[in-house]
């Protein structure tokens, strides 16, 4: 972070001109991940300047996916433009801001990062931008599909980051490095009024909510969905299938049951039984919106 805030308040000190090659040289040993790859960073520098091969300011911006449609890919390059445009004429000077936990926890949840980027859209309406809401809001409910809606409870998929595993040796004597994918993220939302009248549980674990300015309670809840090899942790067994239990505030009694199966794209009701009360689920740190359904007792420190 330290490295990171000094690099760019040099940016701010070159001169007039061409500086592509300082600027290169500024960031591209910092925007890389973990393992000093910069082709598996979100922005990319590599490709923003080489004498030898004529480079003219390549910046690749690598979190942006492919859209199944001409009218969102036109709007996504409309966003980017007016952005750009905004930044140009009121440069953000601020000191970087230190996210810690909460860029994967809070930001990895659909109903956060919607209410962030619509901040992002009053502010470019009010430099003259005016862009619909509507249909970006149309592109997050496609990568955020809800499957599961019940008077006031909404379950979506949400984001979950899948980490770099160590090299695998392979057949013939080479390596790979594979990526772990046996973890899922989703978001559980509910109304004030759901949240006031029902309890929600989770294979038999109660799930802790907080509260969002809009008036809605979230949660996030990671679970193992997957066993493949290799992956991190291969003693947790597989959490599916999912069980939601809502059970009445007042009177304890389970009301509802709906059920996620390994092969199912959705919840599907089912008859409320079998429902025995385990330990409540927990975050991994103390403040987060995610609980993860592999913690049983254990709560790590920050």
């Excluded at 805030?5 to 960031?27: K, M």
């Excluded at 989703?186 to 549980?201: K, P």
Aim: aromatic share 12%; glycine share 6%.
């Amino acid at each position: 972070m330290l490295d990171l805030e000094l690099a760019y308040r040099q940016l701010e000190d070159l001169p007039a001109g061409d500086s592509r090659q300082e600027i290169h040289e500024l960031l591209r040993h910092l925007h890389t991940d973990v393992s000093g790859n910069t082709h598996r960073s979100e922005t990319s520098f590599d490709k923003f300047w080489s004498a030898p091969n004529g480079y003219f300011g390549l910046i690749e911006f690598r979190a942006i996916e492919s859209l199944p449609s001409a009218e969102w890919t036109a709007a996504v390059a409309l966003l980017w433009r007016a952005l750009l445009a905004y930044l140009l004429k009121q440069p953000f000077r601020e000191p970087l801001k230190d996210f810690g936990f909460e860029l994967h926890d809070r930001y990895f949840l659909p109903t956060p990062l919607w209410n962030d980027f619509t901040g992002v859209l009053s502010e470019l309406a009010e430099f003259g931008f005016a862009l619909d809401p509507a249909l970006f809001r149309e592109i997050w409910q496609w990568r955020f599909p809800a499957i599961l809606k019940h008077e006031g409870l909404t379950v979506r998929k949400a984001l979950e980051g899948w980490p770099l595993l160590a090299e695998t040796p392979l057949a013939g004597g080479n390596t790979s490095r594979f990526v772990d994918s046996s973890i899922e993220r989703l978001e559980i939302s509910a109304t004030s009024g759901f949240y006031q009248q029902l309890t929600v549980w989770v294979n038999g674990r109660e799930i802790p909510f907080r509260s969002l300015p809009s008036k809605e309670s979230i949660a996030g809840l990671r679970y193992r969905k997957t066993s493949l090899y290799p992956s991190l942790h291969p003693q947790i067994a597989v959490q599916l299938p999912l069980s939601i239990y809502l059970s009445n505030r007042e009177t304890e009694q389970i009301e509802k049951k709906f059920t996620l199966h390994a092969a199912g794209a959705e919840f599907v009701e089912e008859s409320p039984s079998d429902f025995k009360a385990g330990r409540p689920c927990e975050p991994a740190t103390p403040g987060m919106y995610t609980c993860d359904l592999r913690i049983e007792t254990t709560v790590f420190p920050p």
